[in-house]
């Protein structure tokens, strides 16, 4: 029988913002435990939270960029359960009434795109932190009230790829949107999983698994491919699923379960009755679509139309922005963008990921790989010396033009000085000779190389070819 994984993802993601949701703390990450609290979000009693505008207006962003139904009316509500890093007792969310319902998600796979429906996205507070350690486990509140918005998908992928893909996906959109830097190591951007599996051809839903603790795409891809199989194990031998939380187990490869739906919260949720209901008014979204840049797929489309580059290459350019950019400041002005591209996606990015440096660290300006490709086009260097000056300019941040003349690396295209040299080489080596007019046509390579050590790779290779054919086959 075959089977087919029915997927849905819930992400959460942590926002941008300078302060928390509710309070004016700090939300900078890494600060000592319990230094970035105050009464509303050590939730005391008698205090009042107070809704951060921001967090409402990069609601607005993503569910713009989302082809998201922007509700005019939301509501905040709570939502119950105990855990020790739940101060209050209750997390501020949204239930009824989200701020953000349908939209999609536009990925690419298998080579065409697919849009992955989303059912809602609301805006909610996180919880703190528990640690635990030797001696005992310990609360850090730092966390308690950091915006979220969470992102709730329809159950329309099948794989493990797509479900990543996904994910991919929302990353690179939420980080030109600048809302939120989508680490997923230091849990900015983090996904459950709800999986269930059913005979192919079948179209209701099968008894399903939420997934947690995967903190990489990596693993969301591992833990996903894990809980397949394991659910078609199960079903094969007769065994029915329950449903349950499974929590993925990066060390040992495998997800366990955590609790079952017997044990499963009920939340109790009910409007905050703290918190006026969020009205939004068109004139609002009008004002907070201005600041949406071009985003990552348009820009790559736009890529390929205005600079002729390769559909791969531009997905690659456009997965950052600031790689982007970067290559766009290149571009401009260039006769020749797709060997801008090209300089940038080879050896720039090799160089750089080599030393796990990012575009934003390169002492390279961006011009400079416009005038290294200049410098090639217009014959100053071979493109051999390019990769020289190349690495020259990597190493120092010095400009392409003022590296060639430092090292005297201009080509050689003087005819007659290449003649001379040639015709020494010839004389020197009577044998090679001898091999090329024997029919051994591909021993020209030696000679061009001779000429190349003693021009140390300045002279031009077009001419060194033509003089060396004529003067051999002569
Ligand atoms: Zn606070």
């Known amino acids: 029988m075959e089977y087919e994984a029915v997927i849905g993802l819930e992400v959460h993601i942590q926002l941008l913002t300078k302060t928390k949701i509710f309070c004016s703390c700090s939300t900078d990450f890494g600060a000592n435990p319990n230094t ?39 509501r905040f509500a709570r939502k119950n359960y105990f855990y020790p890093d739940l101060p209050k007792g209750y997390q501020i969310s949204q239930y009824e009434l989200p701020i953000l319902e349908g939209g999609y998600v536009e990925i ?119 809980e397949i199989e394991r659910q078609i194990a199960a079903i094969e031998s007769g065994e029915k699923i329950v449903q349950e939380t499974r929590l993925w187990d990066e060390k040992a490869g495998i997800t366990k379960s955590m609790r079952s739906k017997e044990e499963a919260f009920e939340y109790r949720y009910f409007p905050d009755p703290d918190l006026v209901p969020i009205l939004i008014d068109d004139e609002w979204i009008e004002r907070v679509k201005k600041d949406i840049p071009e985003l990552p797929k348009e820009k790559a489309e736009r890529f390929i139309k205005e600079y002729g580059l390769k559909d791969e ?78 690495k020259e300019m990597y190493e120092t941040g010095k400009a392409p033009k003022h590296i060639v003349e430092e090292k005297g690396l201009v080509q050689i295209t003087d005819t007659k000085a290449i003649e001379e040299m040639i015709d020494k080489i010839i004389q020197n080596n009577p044998k090679a000779v001898e091999q090329y007019k024997s029919g051994k046509k591909n021993t020209i390579g030696f000679f061009v190389g001779q000429v190349m050590k003693e021009t140390k790779g300045k002279a031009n290779p077009k001419i060194v070819n033509e003089i060396l054919a004529k003067k051999l086959e002569g």
């Open 36 to 74: 970035h609290v105050c009464p509303v979000c050590l939730g005391m009693p008698g205090v009042l939270p107070v809704l951060n505008k921001q967090v409402v207006e990069y609601a607005i962003k993503l569910g713009e960029a989302l082809n998201c139904k922007i509700n005019r009316f939301s």
């Open 108 to 226: 690419f796979i298998d080579g065409e795109y697919k849009k992955i429906a989303l059912e809602r996205i609301h805006m909610e507070e996180d919880a703190g932190k528990t640690i635990h350690k030797a001696d005992g486990s310990y609360v850090d509140l730092n966390r308690a009230g950091v915006p979220l918005l969470e992102m709730v998908s329809m159950p329309v992928m099948h794989t493990p790829q797509e479900a990543s893909e996904y994910l991919r996906t929302i990353r690179r959109i939420v980080r030109y949107l600048g809302i939120c830097d989508g680490n997923m190591e230091e849990g900015s951007m983090r996904c459950d999983a709800n999986i269930s599996i059913r005979p192919k051809g079948e179209t209701k839903l099968g008894t399903k698994a939420e997934l947690k603790n995967m903190n990489s795409f990596k693993h969301v891809e591992k833990a996903l491919e894990y």
């Open 313 to 390: 290459d531009a997905k690659i350019l456009t997965d950052e922005k600031a790689l982007a950019d970067y290559f766009e400041k290149a571009a401009k002005d260039s006769k020749n963008p797709k060997s801008v591209s090209n300089w940038i996606l080879s050896e720039l990015l090799g160089h750089l990921n080599r030393d796990g440096k990012s575009i934003e660290d390169t002492l390279i300006k961006p011009e400079f790989i416009r005038e290294l490709v200049d410098l090639i086009e217009n014959g100053t260097i071979s493109g051999k010396i390019g990769k020289t000056v190349f």
